[in-house]
């Protein structure tokens, strides 16, 4: 992962990121980064997203369940998931972000998740893989079992209502990626 590319940026960078990505300028953006398979749990982090009133989901990635998952987006969160399709620079996407998701059922170790603790977003994540080497529950973002979108939605419903908290969490993700 090129650590240089990916850095905590501003809140002016944040808006001129969402602006140029069609994201809201108000609200809390949650960012996936992607594939859109069935083992990535992308639906359980879009039932969380429907749980919580203004905060938007913006996807990035393509894959054999996109169409499938916009329909759940449609029926259960219409306006608050944003699919931004498979990118080669996803640094506006990071850049526009306040937090990151990544709640698949397995994995390796997924680059998003460090790329988005280089970018000092807390991350809700589940303990899969090499995850719990790169997330510390409660230290640098929250770990959530896998498939729970009651969990997912509370840790991020976390996020939201405590920015100063989350702010801390994606510091130490930042010192921990590095």
């Known amino acids: ?18 602006r140029q990505l069609s994201l809201p300028e108000d609200g809390h953006v949650v960012l996936y980064v992607g594939a ?6 992308v639906d359980t982090a879009i039932l969380a997203i429907a749980a919580l009133p203004d ?7 393509d894959g054999s ?23 080669d620079d996803v640094l506006p996407a990071f850049a526009a972000a306040d937090s990151f998701v990544l709640v698949s059922h397995t994995e390796s170790m997924p680059a998003s998740l460090i790329e988005a603790g280089l970018c000092a977003l807390p991350s809700v ?31 991020l419903a976390g996020l939201v209502a405590a920015p100063e908290t989350a702010r801390r969490l994606g510091e130490r993700a930042r010192v921990h990626c590095l």
């Open 125 to 155: 994540t589940c303990p899969v893989g090499a995850i719990p080497d790169i997330v510390h529950d409660g230290e640098t973002g929250r770990l959530v079992p896998v498939g729970d979108v009651s969990a997912t939605a509370s840790a």
């Open 65 to 87: 369940q996109a169409s499938q998952l916009r329909d759940l987006a449609q029926r259960s969160a219409p306006g608050r998931v944003h699919f931004l399709g498979a990118r």
């Open 55 to 61: 905060v938007h989901l913006a996807v990035v990635g």
């Open 1 to 18: 992962v090129p650590t240089r590319q990916f850095i905590p940026v501003t809140p002016e960078q944040r808006a001129a990121a969402r």
């Open 36 to 41: 859109l398979v069935p083992e990535k749990g």
